[in-house]
């Protein structure tokens, strides 16, 4: 009698046998994936494409973040500066001229963001590509939108030095608090707008 049922149990017990090695395999596989999503997106960095809307609609979302530019350009006084200068803070940094319409259209909102985000590590960089012999209208321009403060780089070196270069003026490029840039826009946005202040907020939340 045991002969028999030892007979007809041997094809369920390796049936069995195959279902626990399946399982097995499926969560080897499950963890495999996991890793390589982990190793191929940095921890902690948030995907900004939900913010492709609105005005901020032509936003471009890198698929990893890219290293910030090492170029110079200087403050309102000379000072060198870099992009490094302001790590530890989310960066708005706008590239604009002032015989550029759609650059000045758009200051006044960069402005309001601005203000709306004094008290918190966030920062508006307008960075003027305006000759020397400009420098009076450029300086003007910037005092109408307070409380921004005027940047400068007359040798069109940030334009270039960014990786993709700019493709015009405007183009604005946000960086996160690790100095990391993590989305840019050519041309002119309603930078006061939700989407724009929903996006700034949620390089604010990350650490």
Known sequence: MSEVQ??????????????????VMIGLVGAVYVIAQATFKPAGVADLKEFQM??????????TPRPAPTVVFTDAGGKSLTIADFKGQV???????????PCKKEMPTLAKLQ?????????VL?????????????????AKNSPLQLYRDPGY?????????????PT???FDRQGRERARLSGDAD??????????ERLLAEH
């Open 126 to 142: 307008p960075i003027s590509v305006d000759r020397d012999s400009d420098l009076d209208v450029a300086q003007s321009d910037m």
């Open 91 to 101: 960066v708005v940094m706008n590239l604009w001229a002032t015989w550029c319409a």
């Open 115 to 123: 203000a709306a985000y004094m008290t918190q590590p966030f920062k």
């Open 191 to 200: 930078w006061s707008s939700p989407e724009a202040r929903g996006l700034v």
């Open 6 to 23: 030892s007979e007809k149990s041997g094809p369920k017990t390796g049936w069995l046998k195959w279902a626990v090695g399946a399982v």
């Open 172 to 174: 604005t490029v946000i």
């Open 54 to 63: 609105g005005t901020l609609a032509k936003l471009e979302v890198p698929a």
């Open 157 to 169: 070196k940030m334009s270039f030095g960014l990786d993709p270069k700019a493709e015009g003026f």
